[in-house]
């Protein structure tokens, strides 16, 4: 059965095509900087989002309208699996994400739901012998059960925590099984509600050791995926331990394990932690820890994550210039972790939804390309740094001076002549990029 009837694959026909159905910027095998646009977006479909999520909200009831609505239990979830890979194929889409809760039923306990998970496993292992679509990456859930309370990796319960052990085992076989990329780890409640009843060392060391745990058993059956922390501050918990990279950075280095992570960088999540969705790829970036990145926007006037759709072109093109200077996202991919609004509750808007993100994306990776080849930001910041190239700067960057001589060397300066950062010069020279593309 088709689930998208009436809707066939999505092409790319230019900025000019008035085709709601077609990529206006995203042109897959065009190259851009010598290698093509799919090779470098490397985009995932959000199986959770697309294909599960029904526009329900903390205030009120699903409003989605979905073709497989009318099933229940593993028809569903196989449902599902259909809908999902003839999606991928029509949208062109080289990778997806999954939870293990996602794909199938939870069953009274773990064997339970693991069968189920085996099941629709095998179906999407078939699925995947024909399709292009490739798993960038699975991971547990581990936050909505009630079971998760108190968290997972950081639960007040030792079975609790055994429990998360186990969910991880699975995932990490799973997504053996699939061939996935990477395995991410979000710390959906891995965090504390009040101190007053929190041992926060314990906590923090549990999760570090259920971290090692995952290392060790991944090289064990042989799963060489890219592992992925995915910082996110203040929801659910009030206080998250991997709050943004800097944040989650020190904990990785605290309990040795820098070497075996990089990082998942939603921007959503960079702006609720007061951050801008480049900053946090830069500081990824710099410490040669940015993995991949959850690709959406939050809404400004909201201070909650709402996932929506990526249409920002500063933001995407800021994105694509630290994905660009990292040399691409190498294992890692640009997934929609995004949602159609609840007021888009037809099943078309699924479509247009990741047509807008893609094309912006596409947008983006344009320009700061664009940007790169003109080095119009290293410009502006070689310029503004070059008395670090003088005689004593040289000294200053390669550790080579110290208090007494720095004084010797400001001690009878009258006037140094400090200049403007023209920020506004070059966000109007920005403008006239995304204009030009
Ligand atoms: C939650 C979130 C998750 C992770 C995967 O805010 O972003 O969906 O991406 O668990
Ligand atoms: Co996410």
């Known amino acids: 059965m088709a689930y998208f009837d009436g809707i066939t694959k999505v092409k790319y026909e230019g900025r000019h095509s008035d085709n709601p159905y077609a990529f206006k910027f995203y042109n897959p095998e065009e190259k851009i900087g010598g290698k093509t646009m799919e090779e470098i977006l490397r985009f995932g479909i959000a199986y959770w989002h697309t294909f599960v999520a029904d526009g329900s909200d903390p205030f009120g009831a699903g409003t989605a309208i979905r073709p497989w609505d009318h099933l229940k239990g593993?028809?569903?979830?196989?449902?599902?699996?259909?809908?999902?890979?003839?999606?991928?194929?029509?949208?062109?889409?080289?990778?997806?994400?999954?939870?293990?809760?996602?794909?199938?039923?939870?069953g009274a306990t773990l064997r339970e739901s693991n069968k189920n998970v085996d099941e629709i496993v095998a179906m999407m292992k078939d699925y995947m012998k024909d399709s292009k679509t490739k798993l960038l990456w699975n991971t547990a859930?581990?936050?909505?059960n009630p079971r998760w309370t108190h968290g997972a990796g950081t639960t007040s319960h030792a079975d609790v925590y055994a429990y998360a052990a186990a969910k991880i085992k699975?995932?990490?076989?799973?997504?053996?099984?699939?061939?996935?990329?990477?395995?991410?780890?979000?710390?959906?409640?891995?965090?504390?509600?009040?101190?007053?009843?929190?041992?926060l060392k314990l906590e923090q060391e549990n999760l570090a050791k259920l971290f090692h745990m995952s290392i060790d058993y991944a090289k064990e059956i042989g799963f060489d995926a890219q592992f992925l922390i995915e910082p996110k501050p203040k929801e659910p918990t009030t206080h998250q331990y991997d709050y943004d990279v800097a944040t989650a950075t020190a904990f990785l280095y605290q309990y040795d394990l820098q070497d075996h992570f990089k990082f998942n960088i939603e921007a959503n999540h960079a702006t609720l932690a007061g951050h801008t969705f480049e900053h946090e790829l830069r500081v990824a970036r710099e410490s040669?820890?940015?993995?991949?990145?959850?690709?959406?926007?939050?809404?400004?006037?909201?201070?909650?994550?709402?996932?929506?759709?990526?249409?920002?072109?500063?933001?995407?093109?800021?994105?694509?210039?630290?994905?660009?200077?990292?040399?691409?996202?190498?294992?890692?991919?640009?997934?929609?972790?995004?949602?159609?609004?609840?007021?888009?509750?037809?099943?078309?808007?699924?479509?247009?939804?990741?047509?807008?993100?893609?094309?912006?994306?596409?947008?983006?990776?344009?320009?700061?390309?664009?940007?790169?080849?003109?080095?119009?930001?290293?410009?502006?910041?070689?310029?503004?740094?070059?008395?670090?190239?003088?005689?004593?700067?040289?000294?200053?960057?390669?550790?080579?001076?110290?208090?007494?001589?720095?004084?010797?060397?400001?001690?009878?300066?009258?006037?140094?002549?400090?200049?403007?950062?023209?920020?506004?010069?070059?966000?109007?020279?920005?403008?006239?990029?995304?204009?030009?593309?």
């Open 170 to 199: 699975k995932g990490l076989e799973v997504g053996k099984e699939l061939g996935a990329e990477n395995y991410v780890f979000w710390g959906g409640r891995e965090g504390y509600e009040s101190l007053l009843n929190t041992n």
């Open 74 to 106: 593993m028809d569903l979830a196989k449902a599902r699996v259909d809908a999902a890979f003839e999606f991928f194929e029509k949208i062109d889409a080289p990778f997806f994400c999954f939870h293990d809760v996602d794909i199938a039923p939870e």
């Open 141 to 144: 859930n581990m936050f909505t």
């Open 288 to 437: 040669g820890m940015l993995g991949s990145v959850d690709a959406n926007q939050g809404d400004p006037l909201l201070g909650w994550d709402t996932d929506e759709f990526p249409t920002d072109l500063y933001a995407t093109t800021l994105a694509m210039y630290e994905i660009l200077k990292n040399g691409g996202l190498g294992r890692g991919g640009l997934n929609f972790d995004a949602k159609v609004r609840r007021g888009s509750f037809e099943t078309e808007d699924l479509f247009h939804a990741h047509i807008a993100g893609m094309d912006a994306f596409a947008i983006g990776l344009r320009v700061a390309q664009k940007m790169i080849d003109d080095r119009f930001f290293e410009n502006i910041v070689d310029e503004r740094y070059k008395t670090f190239n003088s005689e004593i700067g040289k000294k200053i960057t390669s550790g080579q001076t110290n208090l007494k001589e720095l004084e010797a060397h400001a001690i009878d300066i009258e006037n140094i002549e400090i200049r403007s950062g023209q920020v506004e010069k070059i966000k109007a020279r920005i403008n006239q990029y995304l204009l030009n593309i």
